[in-house]
């Protein structure tokens, strides 16, 4: 009895399911790709000099203490009314051409606070309104905001 072994062909090697995995991960690595992309923003900040507080007559300070108390211009105005606040402006701005209102408050004042002073300065008719901030400590930049 003679054995023969069968012959035998060539092993073959089918390709095309390996190119298709191949192909779903290229297509995955370009579609994640893409998309982080589309997360980062390029963003050029705009930057600037600040010159030191140069002595603006045409400024009206209004402070706002933490109870809700008004000065302007250094002179404390007695009540808490919009009418006392808006005479005080009214009889600040008169001696000044186009002036410009700075209100500076405290951290821990109400906003109703800030809020009268904005409408007092409405009812008066100075339109120009700007808030005086605090930098955080550590910070060299100038500390009011225009």
């Known amino acids: 009895m003679k054995f023969r072994r069968p012959p035998s062909d060539e092993p073959e090697i089918n390709l095309i399911p390996f190119i298709d995995v191949l192909l779903v991960v290229l297509i995955f690595v370009m579609l994640s790709t893409t998309y982080s992309k589309f997360t980062e923003l390029q963003i050029n900040l705009p930057t600037a000099n600040a010159d030191a507080v140069r002595d603006r007559p045409a400024e009206i300070l209004v402070a706002v203490s ?8 250094g002179q404390t105005v007695e009540g808490r009314s919009i009418e006392l606040l808006a005479a005080a402006l009214r009889a600040s701005a008169t001696e000044r051409k186009e002036p410009f209102v700075i209100i500076s408050a405290d951290a821990a004042t109400a906003h109703q606070s800030v809020i009268n002073v904005l409408d007092a300065a409405r009812r008066v008719g100075l339109v120009r309104v700007t808030f005086a901030a605090q930098l955080p400590a550590g910070s060299t930049a100038p500390a009011a905001a225009q």
């Open 66 to 73: 933490a109870d809700g108390r008004y000065s302007v211009d």
